[in-house]
């Protein structure tokens, strides 16, 4: 009980906040020189140093992503911003990463429309 009166308490003066810091995005992982679809290519998204498994390109390569959410202690003065990229690895493929930064105000940005990634193999 002590603990939501702190945190109701914080929530009510606005130092502590909920915020999304990852854009919701969906879309397809194609072969950059053919064109074709790359199916069970890993997705994480990366926020400052944490990187977290959030998808895998299914047979026709598209996956789907949902917002990330933080909890975080703001100050007077500003807003909390955090990095955010998604970041693509499939064998035989060089890794790609995107940024997904929402910044100030992220609850009141729209997700990211559909991305199509290419991918190009090792050399």
Same mark, same amino acid.
């Given at each position: ?17 909920? *915020?999304?810091? =990852? &854009? ?7 072969? %950059?020189?053919?064109?074709? @679809?790359?199916? #069970? ?16 390109? *299914?047979?026709? =390569? &598209? ?7 933080? %909890?975080?202690?703001?100050? @007077?003065?500003? #807003? ?44």
């Amino acid at each position: 009980m002590r603990r939501f009166l702190i945190i109701s308490g914080l929530l009510l003066s606005g130092c502590l906040a909920i *915020d999304t810091t =990852g &854009r919701a995005v969906s879309g397809v992982v194609l072969d %950059a020189a053919s064109g074709k @679809p790359i199916s #069970d290519v890993s997705v994480f998204r990366r926020i400052d140093d944490k990187s977290k498994f959030v998808a895998r390109t *299914d047979a026709n =390569g &598209r996956f789907a992503v949902s917002a990330a959410h933080t %909890a975080y202690i703001t100050i @007077p003065l500003g #807003d909390a911003f955090y990095r955010c990229s998604l970041i693509f690895r499939a064998p035989g493929y060089e890794q790609r990463e995107l940024d997904c930064d929402t910044g100030v105000g992220a609850s009141r940005t729209n997700p990211l429309s559909t991305l199509t990634v290419k991918l190009h193999k090792k050399t």
